[in-house]
Every structure is written in structure tokens, then in C-alpha cells.
């Protein structure tokens, strides 16, 4: 039954922004995309699959680094047009959630007219990434 993805308020490409946040502490790790399919499998999988805008396809976190997300909870907002999935980063590394080899993507900080990275890298992701 996909009743559920009908309500969902797709943009004209299809798709739908999607917010990260670690279950445990309350901070958003990340943004990213998903499409019908993405949610789809994402709520039968139970981990995060999204879709990629600039390769064009699905990508189910964790596939290439190892650093998967197991999806506990799945809300939409009242306009029903952005998800936010509660999940818990696991892999070989447990916390990393950022290409960068960080724990959120949102490791920079506006300190007057520039932004600065205020969170440390992890692993080298050069290191991460087969």
C-alpha cells in the first residue's frame, strides 16, 4: 500500500528534502534528497537510501564508506513537504555522518563575515571511501 507516499508533497523533479537527526542526541547530521523510490525503500530497508542529484540515482547511505543509517522513525512536516528521519549512524567508524569524515555535515559556523569549521575531521576521508 502507498497510500502514505501520495500525501507527500513532491517538488516538480520528484523529489523531497530530507533531514538526518541522530535519535540519541537531537543533532541533525544531515540534508539530502529522496524521491518516491528512495522513501520507499527506506521505510522497508529501515535504513536511509537517498537520491543523488548530481549522479542521477539512488544511493543507500553507507554503501561506498560503510557508515549506514538505521532509520527509527520516519515524520513528515505539516505541509508535507520535508521528512525528517531519526536515525542512529553506525559502520566501521560509529558517528561519522559527513563525506568530510565528520560527525554532521554542518561542522561550520558563521563568526562575523566567514565561516569556520568548528568540528574536528573524524577519519580522513580519502581513508573512508573505497
Request: with cysteine; glycine share 6%.
Amino acid at each position: 500500500m502507498t497510500d502514505w507516499l501520495d500525501r507527500v508533497r513532491w517538488d516538480r523533479d520528484g523529489l523531497v528534502p530530507v533531514i538526518a537527526q541522530e535519535a540519541a542526541t537531537g543533532d541533525v547530521l544531515m540534508f539530502a534528497w529522496m524521491n518516491r523510490e528512495a522513501l520507499s525503500r527506506t521505510a522497508a530497508l529501515r535504513q536511509a537510501v537517498y537520491f543523488s542529484r548530481s549522479r542521477q540515482k539512488l544511493w543507500h547511505k553507507g554503501e561506498e564508506s560503510g557508515h549506514f543509517q538505521d532509520v527509527h522513525e520516519i515524520r513528515i512536516d505539516c505541509d508535507q513537504d520535508v521528512v525528517l528521519l531519526k536515525i542512529t549512524q553506525r559502520g566501521h567508524e560509529p558517528g561519522i555522518a559527513c563525506h568530510t569524515g565528520r560527525h554532521s555535515c554542518f561542522y561550520e559556523r558563521l563568526e562575523g563575515d566567514h565561516w569556520v569549521a568548528v568540528d574536528p575531521v573524524l577519519k580522513d576521508p580519502e581513508t573512508i571511501y573505497r
